[in-house]
T-cell receptor, first 112, second 112 residues
Framework: QQQVKQSPQSLIVQKGGISIINCAYE??????FPWYQQFPGKGPALLIA?????SEKKEGRFTISFNKSAKQFSLHIMDSQPGDSATYFC???????????FGTGTRLQVFP | DAGVTQSPTHLIKTRGQQVTLRCSPK?????VSWYQQALGQGPQFIFQ???????QRGNFPDRFSGHQFPNYSSELNVNALLLGDSALYLC???????????FGAGTRLSVL
């Protein structure tokens, strides 16, 4: 069964600090790895995404690092802000499909 | 430009009843996917519709069915509701061949 494992379950960071969320997958046949941000009462919103032929992608304060050999990818949020407090989900898309397999989520709290 | 819209926002049903949830995709999108998000979990893929046909399906029983209309909007039907069907049901729309899926705010279904 294809799975995506996400850690930590929750994360508390001080304003200005770096938030790091990790994901690992168990099947090599994935071709797209997005990260979604979800606020309470809202649907997930795409934050940043990467394909497996790239080792790193940066968009503003958000960076994805991808390690194909280790089957791991992570989200780094630099200069974390209270407005970043939300639940973050990693996901992976199996090859030749459009469905996304999500991790279990990380609840991030950024304190001023 | 309206994003993905879902209705209703909240719904309360009793066991054994049937429910229909509705989704209008983002303007210009032709593909609709449905996900179930249990409390504290990541979304799980139910199925996807394109050209008015179910194209892919996740591990959900056939009590879950759907439909896509010529205007690309979609419905999710769940028959013989169980307590375990209580969840947030998310609709995601995309343009065939493109990576990004845009999610609606979801319908919160409570089964009593």
């Amino acid at each position: 069964q294809q799975q995506v494992k996400q850690s930590p379950q929750s994360l508390i960071v001080q304003k200005g600090g770096i938030s790091i969320i990790n994901c690992a997958y168990e099947n090599t046949a994935f071709d797209y790895f997005p990260w979604y941000q979800q606020f309470p009462g809202k649907g997930p919103a795409l934050l940043i995404a990467i394909r497996p032929d790239v080792s790193e992608k940066k968009e503003g304060r958000f960076t994805i690092s991808f390690n194909k050999s280790a089957k791991q990818f992570s989200l780094h949020i630099m200069d974390s802000q209270p407005g970043d407090s939300a639940t973050y989900f990693c996901a992976a898309r199996p090859l030749n499909t459009d469905k996304l397999i999500f991790g279990t989520g990380t609840r991030l709290q950024v304190f001023p | 430009d309206a994003g993905v819209t879902q209705s209703p926002t909240h719904l309360i049903k009793t066991r054994g009843q049937q429910v229909t949830l509705r989704c209008s995709p983002k303007s210009g999108h032709d593909t609709v996917s449905w996900y179930q998000q249990a409390l504290g979990q990541g979304p799980q893929f139910i199925f996807q519709y394109y050209e008015e046909e179910e194209r892919q399906r996740g591990n959900f029983p056939d009590r879950f069915s759907g439909h896509q209309f010529p205007n690309y909007s979609s419905e999710l039907n769940v028959n013989a509701l169980l307590l375990g069907d209580s969840a947030l049901y998310l609709c995601a729309s995309s343009l065939r061949g493109e990576d990004i899926q845009y999610f609606g705010a979801g319908t919160r279904l409570s089964v009593l």
